[in-house]
């Protein structure tokens, strides 16, 4: 059941989210119960992980990490 909030902020804020809200096709008020629910579901381990990492977690191995010398690597580079 939806009831209704009434919200006081800045209107600068006010402007930039009804300019990201016409962009995304979202309405304030979906945006603020998406933000408000994050806040208050239970976190997963990996929830700090952006998109990115968790794409390209698993291309190293970690027998390539053990052998891998950064250093070594750097001296070798600006020799």
Do not use: C
């Not at 939806?2 to 402007?15: A, C, F, N």
């Not at 119960?33 to 700090?48: A, C, M, V, Y």
């Amino acid at each position: 059941m939806d009831s209704k909030l009434t919200l006081k902020m800045d209107s600068t804020v006010i402007g930039s989210i009804k300019e990201y809200a016409a962009n995304n096709g979202k309405s304030i008020s979906k945006i603020v119960e998406d933000f408000f629910r994050s806040l208050t579901s239970p976190k997963k381990q990996n929830d700090n992980i952006s998109p990115l990492v968790k794409e390209l977690s698993g291309i190293i191995s970690e027998k390539d990490l053990q052998n891998l010398d950064y250093t070594d690597y750097l001296e070798k580079k600006y020799e």
